[in-house]
T-cell receptor, first 112, second 111 residues
Framework: AQRVTQPEKLLSVFKGAPVELKCNYS??????LFWYVQYSRQRLQLLLR??SRESIKGFTADLNKGETSFHLKKPFAQEEDSAMYYC??????????????FGKGITLSVRP | DSGVTQTPKHLITATGQRVTLRCSPR?????VYWYQQSLDQGLQFLIQ???????AKGNILERFSAQQFPDLHSELNLSSLELGDSALYFC??????????FGPGTRLTVL
């Protein structure tokens, strides 16, 4: 079975402070990990995927297979980063894509 | 804009009724996924279609069904609605390999 755990529901920081949103996963194979962001109950937007290893809006995330983690980090938070963040796992099988398993999500609040 | 469209945006109906939610995937995407987002359950995968065929099922109730048409758009049918079915229903689409791109969602309110 696959599972994604986001241990915190809310993270509140001041503008300019570093941010780390935690994500741990459980899966026996080689999953694909993603971070999605949702602003004010809008559509989910893809923020990062682990295989691309790129930085989007200043966010980065590294897959740590030993710790089964995929924490999202940003060195200096901005007010516009305030949103709901979801960590998600996909367990690709032969052929077409497979479903996403989401964590419960974390609300990031960046105060001025 | 991810290119995935969903109609209607909002739907208000009564218990016991039946509704149909529609999703149009991004051009070229063969896979369509349906998810339910509620306050208590979070984001839950319901069902996946790939090029017209059901590919995977998640936590989808028997009162719910879906299909994908030859033009690749998909419909999610919810019947015998209950108060607890009130939620945001998202559609996502993708092409191999991932990721999935989400539509704006349909907010269903069952009174």
């Amino acid at each position: 079975a696959q599972r994604v755990t986001q241990p915190e529901k809310l993270l509140s920081v001041f503008k300019g402070a570093p941010v780390e949103l935690k994500c741990n996963y459980s899966y026996s194979g080689s999953p694909e990990l993603f971070w999605y962001v949702q602003y004010s109950r809008q559509r989910l937007q893809l923020l990062l995927r682990h295989i691309s290893r790129e930085s989007i809006k200043g966010f980065t995330a590294d897959l740590n297979k030993g710790e089964t983690s995929f924490h999202l980090k940003k060195p200096f938070a901005q007010e516009e980063d305030s949103a709901m963040y979801y960590c998600a796992l996909s367990a690709p099988s032969t052929g077409a894509n497979s479903k996403l398993t989401f964590g419960k999500g974390i609300t990031l609040s960046v105060r001025p | 804009d991810s290119g995935v469209t969903q109609t209607p945006k909002h739907l208000i109906t009564a218990t016991g009724q039946r509704v149909t939610l529609r999703c149009s995937p991004r051009s070229g995407d063969l896979s369509v996924y349906w998810y339910q987002q509620s306050l208590d359950q979070g984001l839950q995968f319901l069902i996946q279609y790939y090029n017209g065929e059901e590919r995977a099922k998640g936590n989808i109730l028997e009162r719910f069904s879906a299909q994908q048409f030859p033009d690749l758009h998909s419909e999610l049918n919810l019947s015998s609605l209950e108060l607890g079915d009130s939620a945001l229903y998202f559609c996502a689409s993708s092409v191999d390999p991932s990721p999935q791109y989400f539509g704006p969602g349909t907010r269903l309110t069952v009174l």
